[in-house]
């Protein structure tokens, strides 16, 4: 019955009958001459064959030779990030005084605002007019990471910046519209290389790492662009608590100038009271006195607030956890030689083949038009 269901008609969309032609049967034959003629092919255009794969290599080599670089040196610095918790400080302060102590819902120190502000031209400045210290030498790191990073072959003016241009040590403010322009070249550069990531999806902690061609630069970049950073963070978060101090300060020696007029005031008074008959004179001590006692009230409070700021500003100051640092000697990638040189004899060989393939077709295609 299967037979038969096999043997059945096929019917075309006009309504003809269909004849199927079963499948050809493999020929090895045809396979062995197949194989046999690309090799004839082959060795036919041997010298085609050679000059694709030396030009290909010679392709290669000359790319080895522009694009080659000094092997990189990667620094990897893995740190936590552990935010203040003196709010409830501030809080009691803020509310003491009328004001309202909620947080800013938008932080700028979490999720894609962190890696941002990572790259973010304030900090990179401040990064690059840092001082350190390689060797003997005391200098800017912008004068370090021009000098030894490789970065002077992405510039136009390699020749004047590698051999004139410094950087001087003076505030950024003070800088010249050359030197800013330099500066943002340089800074770019460093930005683009740096990644900061997090270590895994489930952790808090992140991971900052850059490459250049010195392993003593590389450590020195991501040692200070951390440090830098959680400066700014400090600046940042202690703002409004160093605010709040200073005006406290403030108000706590006016109350103390106040305070100690007064108790001259009151002791001059009580000492001319003890002579004094008239009850009014001890009228005006009395008076005196309710002064002073408030005043002294006003001063220890604000010595209170003062303590409680100052301990705010402490819990304040985040907690910057390293827990896995650069150390010498660092992870070096070094450039891939003869690989260029491999990928251009590997294209050689497909070019060649396919351009046999083409000759040997063109010409069969003509031997049959003459026969024809």
């Given at each position: 019955?299967?037979?038969?269901?096999?043997?059945?008609?096929?019917?075309?969309?006009?309504?003809?009958?269909?004849?199927?032609?079963?499948?050809?049967?493999?020929?090895?034959?045809?396979?062995?001459?197949?194989?046999?003629?690309?090799?004839?092919?082959?060795?036919?255009?041997?010298?085609?064959?050679?000059?694709?794969?030396?030009?290909?290599?010679?392709?290669?080599?000359?790319?080895?030779?522009?694009?080659?670089?000094?092997?990189?040196?990667?620094?990897?610095?893995?740190?936590?990030?552990?935010?203040?918790?003196?709010?409830?400080?501030?809080?009691?302060?803020?509310?003491?005084?009328?004001?309202?102590?909620?947080?800013?819902?938008?932080?700028?120190?979490?999720?894609?605002?962190?890696?941002?502000?990572?790259?973010?031209?304030?900090?990179?400045?401040?990064?690059?007019?840092?001082?350190?210290?390689?060797?003997?030498?005391?200098?800017?790191?912008?004068?370090?990471?021009?000098?030894?990073?490789?970065?002077?072959?992405?510039?136009?003016?390699?020749?004047?910046?590698?051999?004139?241009?410094?950087?001087?040590?003076?505030?950024?403010?003070?800088?010249?519209?050359?030197?800013?322009?330099?500066?943002?070249?340089?800074?770019?550069?460093?930005?683009?290389?740096?990644?900061?990531?997090?270590?895994?999806?489930?952790?808090?902690?992140?991971?900052?790492?850059?490459?250049?061609?010195?392993?003593?630069?590389?450590k020195l970049l991501v040692e200070t662009?951390?440090?830098?950073?959680?400066?700014?963070?400090?600046?940042?978060?202690?703002?409004?608590?160093l605010e709040l101090l200073d005006l406290?300060?403030?108000?706590?020696?006016?109350?103390?100038?106040?305070?100690?007029?007064?108790?001259?005031?009151?002791?001059?008074?009580?000492?001319?009271?003890?002579?004094?008959?008239?009850?009014?004179?001890?009228?005006?001590?009395?008076?005196?006195?309710?002064?002073?006692?408030?005043?002294?009230?006003?001063?220890?409070?604000?010595?209170?607030?003062?303590?409680?700021?100052?301990?705010?500003?402490?819990?304040?100051?985040?907690?910057?956890?390293?827990?896995?640092?650069?150390?010498?000697?660092?992870?070096?990638?070094?450039?891939?030689?003869?690989?260029?040189?491999?990928i251009g004899i590997a294209l050689g060989?497909?070019?060649?083949?396919?351009?046999?393939?083409?000759?040997?077709?063109?010409?069969?295609?003509?031997?049959?038009?003459?026969?024809?």
């Amino acid at each position: 019955m299967v037979t038969e269901e096999s043997h059945k008609p096929v019917l075309t969309p006009n309504g003809e009958v269909a004849v199927v032609e079963p499948a050809p049967a493999f020929d090895p034959r045809k396979l062995v001459n197949t194989v046999t003629t690309v090799f004839k092919t082959i060795v036919k255009y041997w010298w085609l064959l050679l000059i694709c794969v030396l030009l290909g290599g010679l392709g290669g080599w000359i790319y080895d030779q522009v694009n080659e670089v000094p092997d990189q040196y990667e620094a990897s610095l893995i740190f936590n990030l552990e935010s203040g918790s003196g709010n409830s400080e501030l809080s009691n302060f803020a509310s003491a005084l009328g004001m309202s102590g909620g947080s800013s819902s938008a932080n700028m120190f979490s999720g894609p605002n962190f890696v941002s502000l990572f790259r973010s031209k304030k900090i990179g400045n401040r990064v690059m007019l840092t001082k350190v210290t390689i060797g003997n030498k005391t200098d800017l790191l912008a004068n370090f990471y021009k000098d030894r990073s490789g970065a002077l072959r992405r510039t136009k003016n390699e020749e004047y910046l590698g051999k004139k241009f410094r950087f001087p040590d003076k505030p950024i403010k003070q800088y010249s519209n050359a030197e800013m322009s330099y500066l943002d070249m340089f800074r770019d550069y460093a930005s683009q290389d740096l990644q900061i990531e997090n270590v895994d999806r489930k952790s808090s902690f992140m991971e900052l790492s850059i490459k250049t061609e010195s392993d003593t630069l590389s450590k020195l970049l991501v040692e200070t662009w951390l440090a830098r950073m959680t400066d700014f963070y400090k600046e940042t978060q202690s703002q409004k608590t160093l605010e709040l101090l200073d005006l406290n300060v403030h108000r706590r020696d006016s109350v103390l100038t106040k305070l100690t007029g007064a108790e001259r005031k009151l002791a001059a008074a009580q000492d001319y009271s003890q002579y004094a008959i008239m009850p009014s004179a001890r009228v005006n001590d009395q008076r005196l006195s309710q002064n002073t006692t408030y005043l002294q009230g006003l001063y220890m409070e604000s010595i209170r607030n003062i303590d409680a700021l100052r301990t705010s500003l402490i819990r304040e100051s985040p907690l910057v956890m390293i827990i896995d640092e650069p150390t010498f000697p660092l992870p070096v990638t070094p450039y891939p030689k003869g690989k260029a040189i491999k990928i251009g004899i590997a294209l050689g060989i497909v070019l060649s083949l396919a351009a046999m393939f083409l000759i040997n077709s063109y010409q069969n295609m003509m031997k049959k038009l003459q026969n024809s």
